[in-house]
């Protein structure tokens, strides 16, 4: 300790994983038939909400996120940054996008993969985009709906 600084010592991700992979508050586990229980997990980016270490937003040092970004149709994509782990406030690089899907797909290819940041997450990354694209579409108003009764063949009874 220098002059009152206290510096917090990092420990290694590999690590956090095996601490938390079993007993976290983030876990919801879906059972299955026998030995197929899938184990989910609600921590925030986590791309795929999936309990695996690859994903896992506790554990990596780098990860990525997409939410929707607020009233409007844009998109939120926040990178962590590195060097600033113990100090959560600036702890997200945040990024907010308005554009038509095909450039903030490629803005999400460029950041994630292309900035050599984490290139096995652009697939993720992608679909994850794709999934919250989705759900900001609002329903065209107007559309009929088709008649599903049975037509009548005149000639029949």
């Known amino acids: 300790m220098q002059s009152g600084v206290c510096e917090m010592a990092t420990v290694p991700g590999q690590l956090i994983w095996e601490i938390?992979?079993?007993?976290?508050?983030?876990?919801?586990?879906e059972f299955g038939?026998?030995?197929q229980s899938v184990v989910f997990s609600?921590?925030?980016?986590?791309?795929?909400?999936?309990?695996?270490?690859k994903h896992s937003g506790?554990?990596?040092?780098?990860?990525?996120t997409i939410q929707p970004g607020g009233k409007d149709q844009s998109v939120l994509l926040a990178t962590t940054r590195t060097k600033k782990q113990n100090k959560p406030a600036s702890?997200?690089?945040?990024?907010?996008?308005?554009?038509?899907?095909?450039?903030?797909?490629?803005a999400v290819s460029n950041q994630v993969a292309d900035n050599y940041y984490r290139p096995d997450l652009k697939k993720a990354a992608l679909a994850?985009?794709?999934?919250?694209?989705?759900?900001?579409?609002?329903?065209?108003?107007?559309?009929?709906?088709?008649?599903?009764?049975?037509?009548?063949?005149?000639?029949r009874n």
């Open 42 to 53: 609600k921590e925030s980016n986590n791309l795929y909400n999936l309990n695996s270490y």
């Open 58 to 64: 506790l554990a990596n040092k780098k990860t990525v």
């Open 128 to 155: 994850r985009l794709s999934a919250v694209n989705r759900s900001l579409k609002v329903a065209k108003s107007g559309v009929k709906k088709r008649n599903r009764q049975a037509k009548r063949i005149p000639g």
């Open 91 to 106: 702890l997200l690089n945040k990024s907010l996008m308005k554009k038509e899907f095909s450039r903030m797909a490629k």
């Open 33 to 35: 038939n026998g030995t």
């Open 20 to 29: 938390v992979k079993k007993n976290n508050s983030f876990l919801v586990k």
